[in-house]
């Protein structure tokens, strides 16, 4: 290769193996690695126990912040991606004009919230949809179920996040607590706490700096 280029005053891009197993090494991946914790009920338990007091709950997640800059390095959504909110008005009547969520007043209100601090001049605004379903899943997984947690970015348009196109990840598997919900009142309540605080806690994790 590096005769085939000298007569064209070119040099080859790799300079030997080594250079090129670096470059490689150095690549970064596009799939994002499955994370996993387990989590347990931490509070007060009455004198008699339930079974989903000390069983351990198995979260599955993926970095949300990693899935969401893939979406936005996906070269497929040229022309049908949004990086700035903005205003559509009919040039006949001068009435507003809405189609993707970009064009949105919410949108348009967080930018200049945004505008405010001076620290975020120069960054893009990608807010981040979440959504879930009853949908369980168990397969390969023993007899565990978890509720698929699903993200996407608001920026990329309507269509591309219907027909997929890789605009709608799953980043967790949420484990379902589960109980019979017989007993004293007491137990009842501390299991509805329980699983409240238990979604809500693993979205915050999530998203945390």
Not at 18 to 44: F, M, N, R
Not at 108 to 135: C, R, Y
Not at 162 to 167: E, K, L
């Amino acid at each position: 290769m590096a005769v085939q280029l000298l007569k064209h005053n070119d040099s080859p891009p790799f300079t030997d193996h080594k250079d090129l197993h670096k470059v490689i090494d150095a690549t970064q991946l596009g799939k994002v690695p499955w994370q996993c914790l387990s989590v347990q009920y931490a509070g007060e338990c009455p004198e008699h126990d339930t079974l989903w007091m000390g069983k351990d709950y198995e979260v599955w997640y993926r970095d949300p912040r990693v899935v969401a800059h893939n979406m936005l390095a996906n070269t497929t959504y040229k022309g049908e991606i949004d990086y700035v909110p903005f205003q559509e008005y009919d040039s006949l009547d001068e009435t507003c004009r809405w189609k993707d969520f970009m064009s949105g007043d919410w949108a348009w209100q967080q930018a200049d919230e945004l505008l405010k601090d001076l620290n975020t001049h120069g960054s893009m605004f990608v807010p981040i949809i979440l959504g879930s379903d009853k949908t369980t899943v168990s397969v390969g997984m023993g007899n565990n179920e978890y509720y698929p947690l699903y993200a996407s970015i608001i920026n990329v348009h309507n269509n591309v996040r219907r027909t997929h196109h890789d605009a709608l990840g799953i980043i967790g598997f949420l484990s379902i607590p589960k109980t019979q919900l017989r007993g004293n009142m007491l137990t009842t309540i501390h299991f509805i706490y329980f699983t409240a605080s238990f979604f809500t806690a693993r979205y915050l994790q999530f998203f945390s700096p």
